[in-house]
Every structure is written in C-alpha cells, then in structure tokens.
C-alpha cells in the first residue's frame, strides 16, 4: 500500500525539462560534441598553415622596397638631356693618370725657358730651348757629305751611261766590220772557183772574217753585261746615298731636338731645370700632365677600384 502512494506521488511530480530520474551525481556522456570540437581545432589549424603558406609565399614575391634618403642629401630638378657627372669623395691625392717627362735627347745647354710651370700645353708647344754648336756643326758637316754622296751617285749614273753608249758603239762598228769582211769572203770565194784571185788572199779574207765573227760576239757580251751591271752599281751607290742622308736627317733631328716641345696636350708640371744648366742625354727636362677627365677611363678605373675617382686617381692615404 505504502509502494503504490510513493510510485503515484513520484507520478505526480513535476520536473524541469531536461530532467532525467538518473542520479544528478554522474554526467551523461555526449561524443557527438567532442567531435564537432575536435573537427573545429582540425579546421582552425589547417587554416591558420595555410594562412601562413599564403602569407610566406606573398612575401617572397614582393620586391625591395625602395631605400629612403635623407631630402636634404638629394637634389630635385627636372631630368635632361646631357652627361651624367658622379662625385665620388675618399681621402688621397690627386694624381694625372697621362703623365709624360720629356728628357732631352742630346747634351746642351739650356739657352731659354719659353714656358712656365702651370702653363697649359699643346703637342707643338716649345717649352726650352737648348743649344749645342758641336750639334750644329756635326749637323752641318752631316749635310755637306750627304750632298757629295748625292753628286757622286750622279756622276756614276752618268759615267755608266756613258760607257754603256761607248760599248753599244763599239759593238755596232764591229758588226759593221764583219758584215764587210763576210762579203769580201763571199766574193773571193767566187773569184777563186774562176780563178781570179790568188789562194793567199783568198786564205786571208776567210781569217779576217772569222776574227771579226769572234770579236763581234765577244762585244755583244761587253754590252750586255755593261747594260746589267747599271743597276747593282746605282743600287750599291743609292745605299751609301742613303746611309750618309740617315745620318744627317739624325743630326737634324737632334738639331730640331734643341727646340723641346711638349709633345702632348695638357699642363706643364715640372721644369726641373734652369737657364745656362748643361744638360746631358736622357736627363729630365720636364713634366706635362693630362688633367682632363675621360669617362671611359673613370667607368673602367672605377669598376677595378671604387676608391678611384675620375681621370685622376684618389689613392686611399
């Protein structure tokens, strides 16, 4: 009686909904919730990988960024047309790349400074004159045996035409002769077969003949050999013409010489001499520098050495 009014009273009690008549101390297990968090921890990080694969590959294709400078460091103004010019500053000295000492090229003696340090040059520019009467009469000297090496070759040129007329006159009376004698033989030998000259004058008619047949082919050969030997004679006598005309244009030079020229355009440095100083060969007489800046040079210098700068050189000190 007791069980039937507690199961109607437990009947009649009125729970919340939700509510389980199991013991309220133990959970109730739900694994359809814990997969859906599982799949969503497995979602967030996939995402969050693939985010930064993203992210990382961006990133690697961006470019440099430009490098910012200074505005007070810069010059703003609109770009034209005409060369480029870059300063490159560094600590040295400023040293010609083209640098050139003229030495002197036979003994003298200084007789006058024409142009002074600091003066600029051309090639033609004369920078000293000098003086050397043992120059100047070697010089002379050198050009009156060059005139008679010239008048000897005419004279020889002369003569050997001379013999040459002589001989091919020579040979002609000769061959004159023989054609003579040639017919006399001829006729005598008619007359003999009628009986009409005597034997000994025949005989003697026949020896002139064949003398004159010998001499006539002896002087063909003078004359051919007077005609091929015109040649090496005026060959040999042009090379003495030419050796002693080699020598005086040497004097000559070397006279020239005494006027010192720059011999190329740009600044005079250096004139370590002075007036009336004796001088002697290869000593030097002065410095000319090119100062002028090339920029093929510059590119090249400075791809090799950053530190050089323009035509002249910065030596890092």
Known sequence: MRQKSEAHAEETIVRPAGFSPVSSGMDIARPHIAKQKRRRRILFAAGGALALIVITVALS??????????????????????PMVREVRGLGTLVP??????????????????????????????ILELSSPELEQAAHDAESKLKAAEA???????????????????TARVHSELEQARMESETNEQLKKNGLVAELQYKTAQVKAAELANRDAIEQKRLNFARDSIEPQLASKQAEVDQVKA????????????HVKAGM??????????VGQRVKIGDNLARVADPSERYSNWRESYNRHPQRC????????
């Open 61 to 82: 294709h961006l470019k440099p960024a430009v490098p910012s400078v200074d505005r007070s460091t810069v010059w703003i103004d609109t770009v034209k047309r005409g």
């Open 97 to 126: 790349e083209e640098i050139r000492w003229i030495p002197a090229n036979t003994e003298g003696r200084v007789e006058k400074i024409v142009v002074r340090p600091g003066t600029q040059v051309k090639a033609d520019t004369v």
């Open 152 to 170: 000897e070759f005419t004279t020889l040129q002369a003569k050997l035409q001379r013999d040459l007329l002589d001989q091919e006159s020579t």
């Open 247 to 258: 020598a005086a244009q040497l004097k000559l030079d070397q006279v020239e010489a005494l």
């Open 265 to 274: 355009n740009g600044v005079l440095q250096q004139l370590p001499v002075d």
């Open 310 to 317: 323009g035509y002249r050189t910065c030596h890092a000190g």
